[in-house]
C-alpha cells in the first residue's frame, strides 16, 4: 500500500522565447528552447480514504482546491488511467519563486503526473505524459523530463535537442510579479526591435559553446513590460553581468531575471550579494533530463 509519495519539481529557463504568430484557436505561436534546473519545489502526494484532491502549500494565499494545478494534475491522471489515490493530500513545498516565469505551476503539475505514473506502475512513456500534461498548461508537457528542448506551437510542440552544457545559474526576482494574459496583449500591439536569434543559440548549444549561448539568450517578453518595470529588469541583467555573468534575459513572461557563469564561486559570490542588496536571489545549475 502507498502511503506517501515525494517528488522535486523542476524549474525551467527560456534561454531565449519568440513569438511567432496567432493560431486559429486565438493562443499565440511561440518558438523557445527551454531549459531545466535543479531549483524544484517539493510535492508530496498523501493518499486518504475521503475527502477527494487537495492541496496545502507554506505559501498561504495559493489554491488549495481545483485552481491547484496539483490537485488537477491527480484528478486527470486518475481519470485518463484508471490508476492513483481516489483521494489524496498534496503537500508544496515552494522554492520556486510565484509569478516569475520559471514554471512553478506548470512543474508541479508535471511531477504529480511523473510520481503517480511510477509508483502506480502505470508504465506511460514521455511523450504519453506530455501528451496528457499539455491538457493541464502550455509549458506542462516541457516539465515532463526537462532538459533541454526546442518549444514551438503553444508550447507543447517538443523537439528533443542537444543538451546544453552544464553551468551554474543565478535566478533573481524584482519586487513586481508579472501578468502573463496581460503581456500577450501588450506582444500584439508592439513592432519587435530585435528577435531571437534562435538558430544560433541551438549552434551554440550543439558545438558546447557556453559563452556564445549567454551571448545570444534573449526574450521578446521584455518588450512588453511597461517602462519602469523594464527599466528594473534591465538594471537587474546589468547587475549580473558587473557580478561576472556571461548573459542575462527574462525567463518567461517574467519577472525572474536569470544569468548563466562558467564558475560556480563566482555565481555564488553574486547571488550572495544581489541578496545583501535586498533582492530574492537563488543559486542554482542547469541539469539533463528527467528518466521517465
Do not use: W
Amino acid at each position: 500500500m502507498i502511503t506517501e509519495i515525494r517528488e522535486t519539481a523542476f524549474a525551467k529557463l527560456n534561454i531565449c522565447l519568440d513569438i511567432t504568430g496567432k493560431m486559429d484557436d486565438g493562443y499565440h505561436s511561440v518558438k523557445s528552447i527551454m531549459q531545466s534546473v535543479t531549483l524544484g519545489d517539493q510535492i508530496t502526494i498523501i493518499p486518504k480514504d475521503s475527502g477527494g484532491y487537495f492541496a496545502k502549500s507554506n505559501i498561504k494565499y495559493l489554491p488549495t482546491g481545483e485552481k491547484n494545478i496539483a490537485v488537477r494534475a491527480c484528478r486527470l491522471f486518475k481519470q485518463e488511467t484508471g490508476e492513483g489515490p481516489d483521494n489524496a493530500f498534496i503537500k508544496i513545498v515552494k522554492r520556486i519563486p510565484v509569478c516569475g516565469g520559471l514554471g512553478g505551476g506548470s512543474t508541479d503539475g508535471a511531477a504529480v503526473l511523473r510520481a503517480l505514473n511510477r509508483e502506480y506502475r502505470v508504465g506511460l512513456t514521455r511523450t504519453e505524459l506530455e501528451a496528457m500534461g499539455a491538457k493541464l498548461g502550455s509549458d506542462v508537457p516541457f516539465c515532463i523530463a526537462g532538459g533541454t528542448v526546442l518549444a514551438e506551437g503553444r508550447g507543447e510542440v517538443l523537439t528533443r535537442i542537444d543538451p546544453m552544457p552544464n553551468c551554474p545559474v543565478v535566478i533573481c526576482k524584482p519586487e513586481f510579479s508579472s501578468s502573463t494574459p496581460e503581456l500577450f496583449a501588450a506582444i500584439d500591439k508592439l513592432k519587435f526591435r530585435a528577435r531571437p536569434d534562435t538558430e544560433g543559440i541551438l549552434a551554440a548549444i550543439s558545438a558546447g559553446d557556453l559563452k556564445e549561448i549567454a551571448r545570444r539568450m534573449f526574450n521578446v517578453f521584455e518588450y512588453a513590460l511597461a517602462n519602469n518595470r523594464s527599466l528594473m529588469v534591465s538594471e537587474l541583467k546589468s547587475r549580473l553581468l558587473d557580478l561576472g555573468a556571461l548573459g542575462a534575459a527574462m525567463s518567461g513572461t517574467g519577472s525572474a531575471v536569470y544569468a548563466l557563469f562558467y564558475e560556480a564561486e563566482t555565481a555564488k559570490k553574486a547571488a550572495m550579494t544581489l541578496k545583501n542588496e535586498g533582492h530574492v536571489s537563488i543559486y542554482t545549475q542547469t541539469m539533463n533530463e528527467i528518466e521517465i
